[in-house]
């Protein structure tokens, strides 16, 4: 046996294919331990009266491009209206508001001790599945909703305080590794405004000087703001079902007096999960307390979102050697590679994250707690 502990020099011979795909994941795998996995807040991309859309970059966050994962926010105002519109990557998407995002530490609390809550309407959400008719749905605080590819959505704010939708995903598909690329059907770079006006005419039915009108029409782009009067499409309640899980009132598969909560999104509570290649979870430790050591025991990627609250984590890769030390808040993303070992604890008043996990059925492993593998192990061992 060679130095490597693998293969001979025969059997080298014999398996180059494999010895080429070692020493690639060898390189993915020294590149990693290499990465900057320090948390950062998105930029604006765009934005104006009805709301902005921000995303994290690959260059900022290089670990985007590694995992070829994308993150963005859309932040719509009151009346905000999100143009109909495609991606090029299968996403999971959250919501929140602004204004109450440091207060869902003290919502979740009080609802999983109390077991009531009163949950109102947030937005709508129009949501069109390919040869499907659209679904309009209510959206509010904890919803989430898996986009499998080719999916068209528009979204809207009706309230006075600000909607947050977080969007996180996979871009292996995509044109570039780490980025959502969105496609408008409507406004000053939908579509349609590509296209000569024969072949808008043509395929809409439409006369020479209505699409002239129709294109030259459309001033905004991604996002406007619609008059307090115009009427949007009412959601209807049975739209839901399939399409929405919301992680504030859903079972919880951990509850850990005075010490936290969690809900995980899979193809069971959620089945489009499926479709999208990735599972999540919203998770909830309160004051002091320790989300303990563990890692993804099936090679998958965590990407991890602060909602609320603050507290410290520390991420450790091959050898011992700690890859990730920092204090973390509200409105932050990092990434925790492959097989990495991360653990957080909460500052006083708490701490609350959303993660996906590149796998539709996320299995974790934890190295201490009642549960860990440590417990597990043989005292003589």
């Given at each position: 046996?060679?130095?490597?502990?693998?293969?001979?020099?025969?059997?080298?011979?014999?398996?180059?294919?494999?010895?080429?795909?070692?020493?690639?994941?060898?390189?993915?795998?020294?590149?990693?331990?290499?990465?900057?996995?320090?948390?950062?807040?998105?930029?604006?991309v765009?934005g104006?009266?009805?709301?902005?859309y921000?995303a994290?970059?690959?260059?900022?966050?290089?670990?985007l491009?590694?995992?070829?994962?994308?993150?963005?926010?859309?932040?719509?105002?009151?009346?905000?209206?999100a143009?109909?519109?495609?991606?090029?990557?299968?996403r999971?998407s959250m919501?929140?508001?602004?204004?109450?995002?440091?207060?869902?530490?003290?919502?979740?609390?009080?609802?999983y001790?109390?077991k009531?809550?009163a949950?109102?309407?947030?937005?709508?959400?129009?949501?069109?599945?390919?040869?499907?008719e659209?679904?309009?749905?209510a959206?509010?605080?904890?919803?989430?909703?898996?986009?499998p590819f080719g999916?068209?959505?528009?979204?809207?704010n009706?309230?006075?305080?600000?909607?947050?939708?977080?969007?996180l995903?996979?871009?292996?598909?995509?044109?570039?590794?780490?980025?959502?690329?969105?496609?408008?059907?409507?406004?000053?770079?939908?579509?349609?405004?590509?296209?000569?006006?024969?072949?808008v005419?043509?395929?809409w039915?439409?006369?020479?000087?209505?699409?002239?009108?129709?294109?030259?029409?459309?001033?905004?782009?991604g996002?406007v703001?619609?008059d307090?009067?115009?009427?949007?499409p009412?959601?209807?309640?049975?739209?839901?079902?399939?399409?929405?899980?919301?992680?504030l009132?859903?079972?919880?598969?951990?509850?850990i007096?005075d010490?936290?909560?969690?809900?995980?999104l899979?193809?069971?509570?959620l089945?489009?999960?499926?479709?999208?290649?990735?599972?999540?979870?919203?998770v909830?430790?309160?004051?002091?307390?320790?989300?303990?050591?563990?890692?993804?025991?099936?090679?998958?990627?965590?990407?991890?979102?602060?909602?609320?609250?603050?507290?410290?984590?520390q991420?450790?890769?091959?050898?011992?050697?700690?890859?990730?030390?920092?204090?973390?808040?509200?409105?932050?993303?990092?990434?925790?590679?492959?097989?990495?070992?991360?653990?957080?604890?909460?500052?006083?008043?708490?701490?609350s994250?959303?993660?996906i996990?590149?796998t539709?059925?996320?299995?974790?492993?934890h190295l201490?707690?009642?549960?860990?593998?440590?417990?597990a192990?043989?005292?003589?061992?």
């Amino acid at each position: 046996m060679d130095t490597d502990g693998f293969f001979g020099a025969d059997q080298q011979k014999q398996f180059p294919d494999l010895q080429q795909w070692l020493g690639a994941q060898r390189a993915r795998f020294s590149a990693a331990m290499e990465l900057d996995l320090t948390p950062k807040l998105p930029k604006q991309v765009y934005g104006g009266d009805g709301g902005s859309y921000f995303a994290w970059c690959p260059e900022e966050l290089p670990m985007l491009k590694e995992g070829n994962i994308g993150a963005a926010n859309l932040a719509l105002k009151q009346y905000g209206f999100a143009v109909p519109r495609y991606s090029d990557s299968p996403r999971l998407s959250m919501f929140f508001k602004f204004c109450i995002i440091c207060l869902i530490d003290f919502i979740f609390k009080k609802f999983y001790k109390s077991k009531i809550l009163a949950i109102n309407r947030f937005g709508t959400a129009g949501i069109v599945l390919p040869e499907k008719e659209e679904k309009v749905i209510a959206i509010k605080k904890g919803d989430s909703i898996a986009l499998p590819f080719g999916v068209v959505t528009w979204w809207f704010n009706s309230e006075e305080a600000d909607l947050e939708i977080l969007f996180l995903g996979e871009t292996h598909k995509a044109h570039k590794a780490g980025q959502f690329t969105d496609f408008y059907l409507t406004g000053s770079n939908g579509i349609f405004t590509g296209f000569s006006t024969e072949f808008v005419g043509r395929a809409w039915g439409l006369d020479e000087t209505t699409v002239k009108t129709l294109v030259g029409s459309q001033t905004g782009k991604g996002i406007v703001k619609l008059d307090a009067d115009f009427k949007m499409p009412q959601p209807k309640v049975e739209d839901r079902d399939g399409f929405v899980i919301n992680c504030l009132e859903a079972p919880l598969d951990v509850d850990i007096k005075d010490g936290g909560r969690v809900v995980v999104l899979n193809t069971k509570n959620l089945p489009l999960v499926g479709e999208v290649g990735f599972g999540a979870d919203l998770v909830l430790i309160d004051g002091h307390s320790m989300c303990s050591p563990g890692f993804s025991c099936d090679s998958a990627l965590q990407v991890t979102y602060i909602v609320g609250g603050s507290g410290r984590v520390q991420v450790v890769g091959a050898d011992g050697k700690r890859v990730l030390e920092t204090h973390i808040t509200a409105g932050s993303l990092f990434i925790v590679p492959r097989f990495f070992v991360v653990s957080k604890i909460a500052d006083t008043e708490g701490m609350s994250w959303f993660s996906i996990v590149t796998t539709p059925d996320p299995n974790f492993t934890h190295l201490a707690g009642r549960t860990s593998v440590w417990k597990a192990l043989s005292p003589e061992v």
